[in-house]
């Protein structure tokens, strides 16, 4: 069965640091999602791309976070620098179309030192 | 803007009792409404959906109830087993272009054996 693949699984790092989360979707889906996931609360949607083109990132925090899916198949979230309260699980999903099921990833467990 | 509220946020029942979990959304625009299933440490995976056209909507021991008017829908567990025991999220889809995805907080069920 195809699945919405993430890496790297777990990262640590120190505040103020670089770092890059990447996510390969089911083949063929067109729409792709990132959420995050505090401890204890429900994902919260960072940024929406239909094909290569960004729909929704209202709530992605554009003086740090940075998404791109430049040819529309796989896609890179860099948190740049990082704070303590990034501290989360980026959950990547996808879908066939808008209206479609969502398939997450396993997601990329991030700690901030 | 767009939000979902979800109660209880813990839930604990006996093997075998039944389990409810409530939400209600703020997008009359709403039309499509999930439920995901999250183990701990693992991705959340959909385990019943519902669209707006539809009131009612059941596969096995797993069913949910909308109810448009309210902006109101709620997932209903029967027979619950102790394998039941994760956390549930309820989201909801807006129909404008982007059909983002909002997510209630959670419930924590507990099945005790």
């Known amino acids: 069965e195809a699945e919405v693949a993430q890496s790297p699984r777990y990262k640590i790092t120190e505040k103020s640091q670089a770092v890059a989360f990447w996510c390969d979707p089911i083949?063929?889906?067109?729409?792709l999602y990132w959420y995050r996931q505090i401890l204890g609360q429900g994902p919260e949607l960072l940024v929406q791309f239909q094909d290569e083109s960004v729909v929704d990132d209202s709530q992605l925090p554009k003086d740090r976070f940075s998404a791109e899916r430049l040819k529309g198949v796989d896609s890179t979230l860099k948190i740049q620098p990082a704070e303590l309260g990034d501290s989360a699980m980026y959950l990547c999903?996808?879908?066939?179309?808008?209206?479609?099921?969502?398939?997450f990833g396993e997601g990329s467990r991030l700690t901030v030192l | 803007g767009e939000n979902v509220e979800q109660h209880p946020s813990t839930l604990s029942v006996q093997e075998g009792d039944s389990a409810v979990i409530k939400c209600t959304y703020s997008?009359?625009?709403?039309?499509?409404f999930p439920w995901y299933k999250q183990e701990l440490g693992k991705r959340p995976q959909l385990i019943i959906d519902i669209r707006s056209n539809v009131g009612e909507k059941k596969d096995q021991r797993i069913a949910v109830t909308l109810n448009k008017t309210a902006k109101h829908f709620s997932l209903h567990i029967t027979e619950t087993q102790p394998e039941d025991s994760a956390v549930y999220f309820c989201a909801a889809r807006t129909s404008n272009n982007t059909g983002k995805l909002i997510f209630g907080q959670g419930t924590t069920l507990q099945v005790k054996p």
């Open positions: 999903a996808s879908s066939s179309g808008g209206a479609g099921e969502l398939f």
């Open positions: 083949s063929g889906h067109a729409t």
């Open positions: 997008d009359s625009a709403s039309n499509y």
